[in-house]
């Protein structure tokens, strides 16, 4: 996970939460304030720290685990078309102006993007990393 605005993390706290997903994120000193003001949870939720995205990125391939981006690609798979995850996945989410870092891209195993029909280039980085967890955990 790579920067992101404070009130998205919350959301997606509280996304995780809901899908039984962790969420990962960078030791910015600017976190754990924004990760406590979003947290609306009743009990402690499952966070993870991590000082070097990459290499964490890449001890979960390792370990065997599905590396999806939410980033469109020319090789990209639909949202509509993303199968329910069957083995530990890792969701990747990108600055929502400049996407994933290209150093990330090349860990991913599957690019993920959702079609917009309207005139804006992306969605809130929040809202595109929930409909992408929702679809994986089979709740789409």
Not at 8 to 29: E, H, I, K, S, Y
Not at 39 to 50: Q, S
Request: aromatic share 4%.
């Amino acid at each position: 996970m790579w920067p992101l605005h404070g009130a998205n993390l919350g959301t997606l706290l509280r996304t995780c939460d809901a899908v039984g997903a962790c969420l990962v994120v960078p030791r910015f000193p600017w976190v754990p304030e924004a990760l406590a003001r979003g947290n609306t949870l009743r009990r402690p939720p499952c966070v993870h720290w991590t000082g070097d995205p990459l290499g964490r990125l890449q001890r979960q391939r390792e370990r065997g685990s599905h590396v999806v981006g939410v980033e469109p690609a020319d090789e990209a798979v639909r949202l509509a078309d993303l199968p329910a995850a069957r083995r530990t996945t890792v969701v990747v989410l990108g600055h929502e102006q400049h996407g994933i870092p290209p150093e990330a891209l090349d860990l991913l195993d599957l690019a993920v993007e959702i079609p917009m029909v309207g005139t804006g280039a992306s969605l809130n980085v929040a809202v595109a990393g929930s409909l992408a967890l929702y679809k994986l955990a089979g709740l789409l």
